[in-house]
């Protein structure tokens, strides 16, 4: 017991400095949404999104290394109707009362050279966490011609059942599948 206890204490500021390489990038509350789609009733895709999402994201490229903490204030959901809007916030979908943010830890991103195509991590959506993995559909970092910094940027998708969180309200009438994209745009700090 010693012994491993040993080995993590010389093991620690190994894992500190791989996290301290990676550069970290805020992003930009302008610039960066989740939308979510379901099918309705059979009719149509309903597309929606939250207004005001944060978070940060670590990135090092040449070790192929990453992680994303992305918080979404579920209060700011947007469906286009001030009426669904508050529908969608009670206790049967949303339940923003008691669970105003949800969340995305990654910390196990994939790459293909040296652009990274999918993130690993845990969503918690009203209180309830499952893995998920975003496929990253479009990615680049240059410099931002607006903030004279470095930034990436790019968009991920992933797919959930809602009644996986707690959310199966009209199911199957209202679809169960629900696409989630994500479009980030992050300043390096």
Known sequence: MKKARLILALLAPLSA?????????ATDPHHTFARFSYNHLGFSTQLSRFDKVSGTIMLDTAARKGAADITIDTRSVSTGSDHFNEHIQEADFLDTEKFPTATFKGDSVKFTGDTPTEIDGILTLKGISHPV????????????PMVLKEACGGDAETHVKRS???MSKYVPYVGDDVTITVSVEAIKQ
């Not at 400095?17 to 990038?25: F, L, N, P």
């Not at 993995?133 to 931002?144: E, Q, V």
């Open 17 to 25: 400095s791989v996290h301290a390489a990676m550069d970290t990038y």
């Open 133 to 144: 993995a975003l496929k990253i559909t479009s990615f680049t970092c240059k410099l931002h």
């Open 164 to 166: 996986d969180f707690g």
